[in-house]
């Protein structure tokens, strides 16, 4: 694999060859409309993992898996001539790129950054590596953190809606169940990734964790029967072994299902309560993963060392809003609760 996919691979092995099965405390959003400034996406929440969608000129619809942990944002090359995306073509040892589609008039989906750095683009990706990399089921790509970056968001998984939050505006509002973001930065106090990390408590500890809403697991079956839900894949969080070792000696009464992912055949854990900004939920199934993957691989594009992530599984509970430019995250419960 290119050497400019690697952190993507990693991130995204354990979902190879995966089935198909895509098609078929902060200001409050209003129930028929959102607030001034907020301009409504068009989503589709899917097991707890969120999918944009925008319709072209010809009526074709590009579908893109929304990913706040993924580096870089990627389309497969299938996809990109079936939208007739123009792709331009670097050097030899550079990736092909592309930017997003024309869209049709009144469908709208927040721009790539302008900005010479690759993930300001799509990378244009072969069949090859397709199943390696995406959590995708049918999406056409995958937007990474270098979408997300600069803007405000707000995720409401009860509701299954997305905004873009424009203007100056503080979207956080309250500040009782709002908390920063970290980001690493350079010596110049420049981000040099924008790798939202996090920090939660769990029965007394405090976890940092990278906020990382395409975090996806593919349940077995056995997972699933005590999971519940429907099969496929669905929204996870990671915690890394140590931690989930220690989980085990310290409550063993919680749930644990061995081998419960299909392609890591990691163990999952069920954590009963998690304190996210003051709000207590749960329960949360976590994914082990090696202390490695999280400690090396993804620490080194942190501001810190993490000891996991936190996805769907987690933030299925609550409305999220996100202010990258501000860095600070806000959480209320969604309301109804994500089924």
């Known amino acids: 694999m290119a050497p400019y996919l690697t952190d993507c691979v990693l991130r995204h092995a354990r979902l190879a060859l995966l089935p198909m099965a895509l098609l078929g405390g902060c200001m409050p959003v209003h129930s028929h409309g959102a607030a001034p400034g907020w301009r409504e996406l068009h989503v589709r929440f899917i097991r707890d993992r969120i999918f944009a969608l925008a319709e072209t000129p010809s009526g074709d619809t590009v579908t893109l898996f929304l990913d706040t942990g993924a580096n870089p944002s990627v389309v497969l090359d299938a996809s990109a001539s079936r939208l007739g995306m123009p792709i331009v073509r670097g050097q030899a040892d550079a990736p092909p790129r592309a930017s997003l589609p024309a869209l049709a008039t009144g469908s709208y989906l927040p721009p790539l950054p302008s900005s010479p750095d690759f993930v300001s683009s799509l990378i244009v990706t072969s069949p090859v590596g397709e199943a390696a990399m995406f959590a995708m089921d049918h999406a056409d790509g995958m937007l990474g953190r270098g979408w997300f970056a600069g803007r405000s968001w707000r995720f409401d998984y009860g509701s299954a809606r997305a905004f873009v939050i424009e203007g100056d505006s503080d979207p956080c509002g309250a500040p009782a169940h709002c908390i920063p973001m970290g980001f690493q930065v350079d010596s110049a106090g420049r981000r040099t990734f ?146």
Do not use: C
């Open 194 to 339: 924008d790798f939202p990390r996090i920090r939660i408590g769990v029965f007394g500890d405090s976890l940092d964790l990278l906020l990382d809403l395409g975090a996806s697991t593919l349940p077995t079956p056995a997972a699933l029967a005590v999971l519940g839900g429907t099969a496929g894949i669905r929204g996870a969080s990671f915690i890394k072994d140590s931690v989930f070792r220690k989980w085990q000696l310290a409550h063993p009464e919680w749930r644990v299902v061995e081998q419960a992912d299909q392609v890591s055949r990691q163990a999952m854990i069920e954590v009963p309560q998690v304190n996210i900004a003051g709000l207590s939920l749960g329960p949360v199934w976590f994914v082990r993963r090696p202390d490695r993957a999280l400690g090396e691989m993804m620490t080194a594009m942190m501001d810190r060392p993490i000891d996991g992530s936190l996805g769907g599984s987690a933030l299925r509970y609550l409305d999220v809003t996100l202010d990258y430019p501000r860095g600070v995250a806000g959480f209320t419960r969604a309301s109804p609760p994500a089924p």
